[in-house]
């Protein structure tokens, strides 16, 4: 990102269908329940931004950053993300479903009960995320990284898993663990989580022969 972009302020006056921003830095806009059927960003910088229940389908992103920002509840189905970065921002409740990611990073962020159903994700960092309850159902992963992640109940039914890894994650009470064939985890993570691979394969823990007959 490129340190001399444009300090613009705008409103939800300013977001009309069809509106293309770029090379700007937007700061504190207050942009809660907007609803635009196409917007497009490139080279912008989103500082402290609030987009909480906005609508916002057709939402193609490319080369930007949103820092801070409360995207809660915020709807971009069918959205199109493209070398861009979220750092230290609420995405609670997040629908992205039908959407694609590609060279994009997630980094601090809070993104519990986030919808990601049929998503295309591809070149996609997740690090020290908060992800409990997420929703990955009919989703490609392809070269994801999941790092130092909380995914707890977090679901992964029906997903294809290419060059995917896993390190250092909470799975706690994780849905679909059958269907992360391919996935790479680390030795340490494998034996912490071993009852939870075990239920997914449907093995009972044997209990000691000796301590059965006394």
Do not use: Y
């Not at 830095?25 to 402290?48: H, N, P, V, W, Y």
């Not at 949103?66 to 959205?79: M, T």
């Not at 590609?102 to 690090?127: I, P, Q, S, W, Y």
């Not at 269907?179 to 680390?186: D, K, Q, S, T, V």
């Amino acid at each position: 990102m490129p340190n001399d972009l444009a300090a613009r302020v705008i409103s939800q006056a300013d977001l009309a269908d069809g509106t293309s921003l770029s090379d700007v830095e937007i700061s504190g806009a207050q942009l809660t329940g907007i609803q635009t059927q196409s917007f497009q960003l490139e080279k912008a910088r989103f500082i402290k931004v609030n987009l909480t229940d906005a609508r916002l389908p057709r939402f193609h992103v490319s080369g930007s950053e949103f820092a801070e920002c409360n995207l809660s509840n915020l709807k971009i189905p069918d959205c199109a993300f493209r070398r861009s970065l979220f750092g230290q921002s609420k995405m609670t409740g997040i629908n992205a479903s039908g959407g694609t990611f590609g060279d994009t990073e997630f980094v601090n962020c809070v993104m519990d009960f986030a919808l990601f159903a049929r998503v295309k994700f591809k070149n996609v960092t997740f690090r020290n995320c908060q992800m409990r309850d997420v929703d990955f159902s009919d989703t490609a992963l392809e070269r994801v990284l999941f790092i130092d992640c909380d995914l707890a109940r977090t679901t992964f039914d029906r997903v294809r898993v290419t060059e995917s890894e896993m390190r250092r994650c909470m799975l706690t009470g994780l849905r679909g663990i059958g269907h992360l064939r391919g996935i790479a985890m680390e030795w340490n993570d494998i034996l912490a989580h071993a009852d939870l691979f075990a239920a997914g394969l449907g093995i009972e823990i044997a209990t000691d022969a000796d301590e059965a007959s006394a």
